[in-house]
């Protein structure tokens, strides 16, 4: 089974600087990762997937970077509707979320 | 629009069966894979079974092999997660996904809204 390590667990940003979240596999994953956001009581909602390709309606500030095993979810300019748990999932083989990245605000 | 929409969540004892069920709409069900994924209370998201668009593929986590069996109905356009041998530990929301991007496998583009499962006596 393929782990997969997010950090930090919680990170404490003000709004309009940028937060960089990073997602270790233990093994290689190749460019199969997604990353998903998730609000409070709300069903999670796809942010990025192939690792850099931004879903259908997602703002630009949102990016992603990596392959292999390392890979980061950056928000350029942070607003007060991107405070949420961020969580990133491999499907190389079968799937894997990590343990997740709570965003809140500094 | 695409439209997903689990129901049949609720209360059961441990040792219990409950069957949960989503209806999909607003896309080509049966050319899709799709996937049950749970989150315990203030916990994190687990991946519990995915089924390919024929049923040819069928994949399940260790934590509820031989205890859940997925399956899918494509004249209704409809997934369902039939649960046996209900454990405290399987008490989440239940969500259903549709996967994208492959034949098996694929990242999840669509969400339901999620069915509460609660094992307890």
């Known amino acids: 089974e393929i782990v997969m390590t997010q950090s930090p667990a919680t990170l404490s940003v003000s709004p309009g600087e940028r937060a960089t979240l990073s997602c270790r596999a233990s093994?290689?994953?190749?460019?199969?990762l997604a990353w998903y956001q998730q609000k409070p009581g709300q069903a999670p909602r796809l942010l990025i997937y192939?690792?850099?390709t931004r879903a259908t309606g997602i703002p630009a500030r949102f990016s992603g970077s990596g392959s292999g095993t390392e890979f980061t979810l950056t928000i350029s300019s942070l607003q007060s509707e991107d405070f949420a748990v961020y969580y990133c999932?491999?499907?190389?083989?079968?799937?894997?979320f990590g343990q997740g990245t709570k965003l809140e605000i500094k | 629009e695409v439209q997903l929409v689990e129901s049949g969540g609720g209360l059961v004892k441990p040792g219990g069966s409950l069957r949960l069920s989503c209806a999909a709409s607003?896309?080509?069900?049966?050319?899709?894979?799709m996937n049950w994924v749970r989150q315990a209370p203030g916990k994190g998201l687990e991946w519990v079974s995915s089924?390919?668009?024929?049923?040819?593929?069928?994949y399940y986590a260790d934590s509820v092999k031989g205890r859940f069996t997925i399956s899918r109905d494509n004249a209704k356009n409809s997934l369902y997660l039939q649960m046996n041998s209900l454990r405290a530990e399987d008490t989440a929301v239940y969500y259903c996904?549709?996967?994208?991007?492959?034949?098996?496998?694929?990242?999840?583009?669509?969400w339901g809204q999620g069915t509460l499962v609660t094992v307890s006596s």
């Open positions: 093994q290689s994953v190749s460019s199969n």
């Open positions: 192939g690792a850099s």
């Open positions: 999932q491999q499907y190389n083989n079968l799937y894997t």
């Open positions: 089924i390919s668009s024929s049923s040819s593929y069928i």
């Open positions: 607003g896309f080509t069900f049966s050319s899709y894979s």
């Open positions: 996904a549709r996967a994208n991007g492959g034949y098996t496998v694929g990242y999840f583009d669509y």
